[in-house]
């Protein structure tokens, strides 16, 4: 039997899932990203959409149901609207949208079966049948869990894997712990006090298990405070009041290089600004004071601030040299290698430079007091401090890891112990400590229950791992929204001159209850209720799910972009010393997994950048051999990868990790028949949302059959143009974005490269993967730069935007690209596209053009002025949408040639022109268009002359 189409093999609303996608990135309470801490999450937006377009058939796979192309379109367009329904963070937790979903698939495996699906309205059926007639969904590098939560959210079984033990950790905590609790009461006595009074227990999903966490929480804290809550003294403020501590402000210190300076200890400062707000500015200023022991003290200061005077304070001590400093009492430079040099030899110092206090409802900056440093000092005698570093922290902290912003070990913080205060040490040690009594509590209150004991305390032990990303010498302060900011604010491990340490007894920011809390609404928000999941750790290139009988969608690692097992061994000790009793299969190991991890790292391979390719491609042609051994066989693989194009070479541009990784899935068998690029930013800054790695592809892969032929390279081009123009006008009307069009563009190349066993070159060598993307971006290039499918103003007008842009030059170069194309001056100026004056030519504007203008009345129509006007139009203050819909109503015929020319022009602007706020405007128009069209083909349909009445014999 033929494989059925899935819709995500035709067509998927990109549009609206890139923007759920994009908003996703600011919501925070109870996103599932705010349970703990893992890089590169894909959206739950994204996974939810991609997932159900791969369960869902397409509607033309169907012709007995949908037997004309009007009704697979209406169809279609339905499922569309399910989708964009099912994407936005409020509709993670409408079960009528949800339910609406979850039939959907149940009608598409049904009808593989050849059976009828439940009714819609019965929700409990429909989710028992996909339970047990819809194959499971697995994820074999689960990391942080997005695709086995969104497959359980909609009523499939979920299955997910991942080397890494604290990805594993945070799957278990998202898909595997909470419906094993679902509808289960609290235990913690305050509750059982509740219900023992009459209350009744209405709780749904994981809401029992959500608030013995926070309850449990609450006693650690409370617990851990009357243990050391002596080193967290309070401030005084102005008044006389005393305030709570929200957090001690820090510099690095280096002894003087300038012998004038008579070895002071001179701080490193990246500012000494402490708020930048503007009714409320607060600094720092150093005073050079000849009475303290290295000739300056810290003040601060409150009020109006000149903005010369807040531009200095910004400076710190830096200099103009990157991680370079000036002595504070000599002005001479403090070099990069010096400080190096210092901070490995141990030599490196601390002075305190302000305190953050609780005031009314505003943050309270003091000056330090010999006191406030005394406190913070104190730590240093309690024994567990050097126990700790010289045990479970006495790892190395990262040399050479593949992360931006670079590596702190350069300055002698070169074990994790080194990354922590004395008095951090004694506190997220104290609290790891109270999980295992917190857990014989919790198993005390349960009667005994040790699987609820367990699972409350993995909880508490990320929640003590999570507080560590918030009580590091790593952390900073946020001058602008007067918070403290994250260790890991970017995949790195960078040095921080100027930190922060945080109160965990606050309720302010970096505080111990804030962690519990962000953990609860995650659990109390989990899909608990549907379906039971499993997370388990394990190696991609041997799975262990056994048959044939699951859904492929996964999130690999990204070549040579992240190395998650060095960063992830910030969390790992923590973790290990917490949850080691708990969670022992997970804690066995004293750092996470390195040599089987699966990235292209040349400094796990002697330096040698060709091992690393080499390792990453035979690793990854393992996994995605497993991956296609499991699939079943009637529906597609998904895979999320992130790239961008932007090497170049002898046959064009291509990308080695790009390129490494579709060599692997053709060598494991897989055909790549479709790429759809998901971004996950907000298209503000063209630049930044094109340079960025802000997109992923989602690869839509099917299994080669095993008779797959075998090709020349004649043979591949010839296939190659006869199918692409036709698939680059299909991408151009699902609505890609012109930014992405590129990216989207690979897939029906990839797809023709990769049904073929081989291509061979002219001299019997198979083709590499990195030859055919190049000659598939020449293609691709050649068809979208093709004048000939348009009318020849637009060709002259192409080729003047290209080279001049809206510049003035002589009229003799008009001339001669006119005579070149076959037409004329006049004619270029009847349509209303070029402006001659004076010996001069030039393009008109679209500032220049009329409101009134209508292609049914230019008698000398060129499809440059259809699209110029559309673009005017669209972002005119009496336009808008509907205005364009109207103009495109009027040229329906050659909406064809404008969409291809407004891809084009994109192209032009942001290629050749680099005019950024040029290709911002057909980025849009290229955006907007699916939109455009359709109101604009309801209107030329509602406008079209009736048919005449047919008449009745009687």
């Known amino acids: 039997m033929t494989a059925r189409k899935k819709l995500i093999e035709v067509s998927i609303p990109l549009e609206?899932?890139?923007?759920?996608?994009?908003?996703?990135?600011?919501?925070?309470?109870?996103?599932?990203?705010?349970?703990?801490?893992?890089?590169?999450?894909?959206?739950?937006?994204?996974?939810?959409?991609?997932?159900?377009?791969?369960?869902?058939?397409?509607?033309?796979?169907?012709?007995?149901?949908?037997?004309?192309?009007?009704?697979?379109?209406?169809?279609?367009?339905?499922?569309?609207?399910?989708?964009?329904?099912?994407?936005?963070?409020?509709?993670?937790?409408?079960?009528?949208?949800?339910?609406?979903?979850?039939?959907?698939?149940?009608?598409?495996?049904a009808w593989g079966l050849g059976e009828e699906p439940p009714p819609e309205d019965d929700r409990a059926a429909v989710l028992a049948y996909l339970q047990t007639k819809a194959p499971p969904v697995y994820d074999p590098f689960s990391g942080g869990g997005s695709i086995p939560l969104e497959a359980q959210r909609l009523g499939l079984r979920a299955y997910g894997s991942d080397l890494n033990p604290v990805a594993v950790l945070i799957g278990k905590a998202l898909v595997e712990i909470p419906p094993r609790f679902a509808g289960r009461p609290p235990v913690n006595p305050g509750a059982r006090a509740r219900l023992a009074a009459g209350a009744a227990w209405n709780g749904r999903g994981a809401e029992g298990l959500a608030e013995d966490v926070r309850y449990y929480g609450r006693w650690m804290r409370d617990e851990a405070e009357r243990r050391i809550g002596h080193l967290y003294p309070r401030a005084t403020l102005p008044d006389g009041r005393e305030a709570t501590v929200i957090a001690w402000l820090w510099?690095?210190?280096?002894?003087?290089?300038?012998?004038?300076?008579?070895?002071?200890?001179?701080?490193?400062?990246?500012?000494?600004?402490?708020?930048?707000?503007?009714?409320?500015?607060?600094?720092?200023?150093?005073?050079?004071?000849?009475?303290?022991?290295?000739?300056?003290?810290?003040?601060?200061?409150?009020?109006?601030?000149?903005?010369?005077?807040?531009?200095?304070?910004?400076?710190?001590?830096?200099?103009?040299?990157?991680?370079?400093?000036?002595?504070?009492?000599?002005?001479?430079?403090?070099?990069?290698?010096?400080?190096?040099?210092?901070?490995?030899?141990?030599?490196?110092?601390?002075?305190?430079?302000?305190?953050?206090?609780?005031?009314?409802?505003?943050?309270?900056?003091?000056?330090?007091?010999?006191?406030?440093?005394?406190?913070?000092?104190?730590?240093?005698?309690?024994?567990?401090v050097a126990e700790a570093r010289a045990g479970f922290l006495s790892g190395a902290t990262p040399t050479r890891a593949m992360i931006t912003g670079g590596v702190c070990s350069a300055y002698g913080l070169s074990s994790w112990g080194h990354l922590?205060?004395?008095?951090?040490?004694?506190?997220?040690?104290?609290?790891?400590?109270?999980?295992?009594?917190?857990?014989?509590?919790?198993?005390?209150?349960?009667?005994?229950?040790?699987?609820?004991?367990?699972?409350?305390?993995?909880?508490?032990?990320?929640?003590?791992?999570?507080?560590?990303?918030?009580?590091?010498?790593?952390?900073?302060?946020?001058?602008?929204?007067?918070?403290?900011?994250?260790?890991?604010?970017?995949?790195?491990?960078?040095?921080?001159?100027?930190?922060?340490?945080?109160?965990?007894?606050?309720?302010?920011?970096?505080?111990?209850?804030?962690?519990?809390?962000?953990?609860?609404?995650?659990?109390?928000?989990?899909?608990?209720?549907?379906?039971?999941?499993?997370?388990?750790?394990?190696?991609?290139?041997?799975?262990?799910?056994?048959?044939?009988?699951?859904i492929i969608a996964t999130d690999p690692p990204y070549y040579d972009n992240i190395s998650y097992a060095e960063l992830s061994d910030y969390f790992y000790p923590w973790l290990r010393r917490t949850l080691a009793g708990v969670q022992s299969e997970l804690c066995r190991r004293l750092l996470t997994p390195?040599?089987?991890?699966?990235?292209?790292?040349?400094?796990?391979?002697?330096?040698?950048?060709d091992r690393a390719e080499q390792f990453f491609l035979e690793g990854m042609a393992k996994a995605m051999s497993e991956m296609r051994r499991t699939s079943v066989d009637n529906s597609p693989l998904t895979l999320f990868y992130a790239f961008k194009q932007s090497e170049s070479g002898q046959d064009g541009i291509s990308s080695t990790g790009w390129a490494s990784f579709l060599q692997a899935g053709i060598d494991a068998g897989l055909i790549f028949d479709g790429t759809w690029p998901v971004r996950t930013e907000l298209i503000g800054n063209l630049k930044k949302t094109i340079n960025a790695l802000a997109s992923s592809v989602v690869l839509v892969c099917r299994k080669r059959p095993e008779g797959a032929g075998v090709s020349t390279r004649a043979e591949f081009l010839r296939a190659l143009k006869r199918e692409m123009p036709d698939a680059l006008a299909k991408i151009r009307e699902a609505g890609i974005r012109a930014v992405d069009f590129q990216q989207a563009a690979i897939g029906p190349g990839m797809g023709v490269f990769s049904r073929y066993a081989r291509v061979l070159e002219p001299?019997?060598?198979?083709?590499?993967?990195?030859?055919?993307?190049?000659?598939?971006?020449?293609?691709?290039?050649?068809?979208?730069?093709?004048?000939?499918?348009?009318?020849?103003?637009?060709?002259?007008?192409?080729?003047?935007?290209?080279?001049?842009?809206?510049?003035?030059?002589?009229?003799?170069?008009?001339?001669?690209?006119?005579?070149?194309?076959?037409?004329?001056?006049?004619?270029?100026?009847?349509?209303?596209?070029?402006?001659?004056?004076?010996?001069?030519?030039?393009?008109?504007?679209?500032?220049?053009?009329?409101?009134?203008?209508?292609?049914?009345?230019?008698?000398?129509?060129?499809?440059?002025?259809?699209?110029?006007?559309?673009?005017?139009?669209?972002?005119?203050?009496?336009?808008?949408?509907?205005?364009?819909?109207?103009?495109?109503?009027?040229?329906?015929?050659?909406?064809?040639e404008v969409i291809a020319l407004v891809f084009r022009l994109f192209q032009i602007a942001e290629r050749d022109r680099k005019d950024a706020a040029e290709a911002l405007v057909w980025n849009r128009l290229s955006t907007e268009w699916p939109t455009i069209e359709s109101r604009a083909l309801d209107l030329a349909a509602a406008t079209a002359p009736a048919a005449p009445a047919q008449g009745v014999l009687l």
């Open 16 to 109: 609206a899932i890139n923007a759920a996608s994009a908003r996703e990135k600011s919501i925070r309470h109870g996103h599932p990203s705010t349970l703990h801490l893992w890089w590169a999450r894909r959206p739950l937006a994204a996974c939810r959409a991609v997932l159900f377009a791969q369960l869902v058939d397409d509607p033309s796979s169907w012709p007995d149901r949908f037997p004309t192309p009007d009704a697979v379109e209406a169809e279609r367009k339905r499922l569309h609207d399910v989708i964009a329904a099912m994407v936005p963070w409020e509709a993670s937790a409408d079960e009528t949208v949800l339910g609406r979903a979850r039939w959907h698939i149940a009608r598409s495996v």
């Open 594 to 609: 390195k040599t089987e991890e699966l990235i292209a790292a040349p400094f796990r391979h002697s330096g040698k950048r």
């Open 420 to 550: 922590f205060t004395d008095r951090q040490i004694v506190a997220l040690t104290t609290f790891s400590d109270l999980v295992a009594t917190a857990r014989e509590r919790v198993a005390e209150d349960g009667s005994g229950d040790g699987e609820y004991a367990d699972a409350v305390a993995t909880y508490l032990g990320l929640g003590v791992s999570r507080l560590t990303n918030r009580s590091s010498t790593l952390n900073f302060w946020d001058t602008g929204a007067g918070n403290i900011q994250q260790v890991f604010g970017r995949q790195a491990l960078a040095m921080t001159w100027d930190f922060c340490e945080g109160n965990p007894f606050s309720d302010s920011s970096g505080n111990f209850m804030g962690q519990i809390d962000y953990m609860r609404t995650v659990v109390q928000a989990a899909p608990a209720a549907n379906t039971r999941g499993m997370v388990w750790q394990g190696d991609a290139t041997d799975s262990s799910v056994g048959s044939s009988t699951v």
């Open 763 to 896: 001299d019997d060598t198979p083709m590499p993967v990195r030859t055919a993307l190049a000659l598939i971006n020449n293609l691709i290039e050649e068809l979208e730069d093709d004048p000939a499918q348009y009318d020849a103003p637009t060709q002259v007008a192409i080729t003047w935007f290209r080279e001049y842009g809206w510049g003035e030059q002589p009229s003799g170069t008009l001339i001669m690209l006119a005579n070149a194309k076959g037409t004329s001056v006049d004619a270029l100026k009847r349509t209303g596209v070029f402006d001659t004056a004076l010996g001069k030519a030039r393009l008109v504007r679209r500032a220049e053009l009329t409101a009134d203008w209508r292609s049914e009345s230019d008698r000398a129509f060129a499809v440059w002025e259809g699209a110029q006007h559309l673009a005017r139009t669209l972002v005119a203050e009496d336009g808008g949408i509907d205005a364009a819909a109207r103009l495109l109503a009027g040229m329906t015929a050659q909406a064809g």
């Open 251 to 384: 510099a690095r210190t280096v002894r003087s290089p300038d012998p004038a300076a008579r070895g002071a200890m001179v701080p490193l400062v990246s500012s000494f600004m402490l708020s930048t707000k503007d009714n409320r500015k607060s600094w720092v200023e150093p005073v050079l004071d000849a009475e303290e022991p290295d000739g300056y003290r810290f003040e601060v200061r409150t009020g109006p601030l000149p903005a010369e005077d807040e531009a200095r304070l910004k400076k710190g001590t830096k200099s103009a040299k990157a991680q370079a400093f000036v002595c504070l009492l000599s002005g001479s430079p403090v070099e990069r290698p010096y400080i190096q040099q210092e901070g490995k030899a141990g030599r490196l110092g601390v002075r305190l430079m302000a305190v953050v206090a609780e005031g009314d409802r505003q943050r309270v900056y003091r000056a330090p007091t010999a006191a406030m440093e005394e406190a913070a000092l104190r730590a240093a005698d309690e024994p567990r």
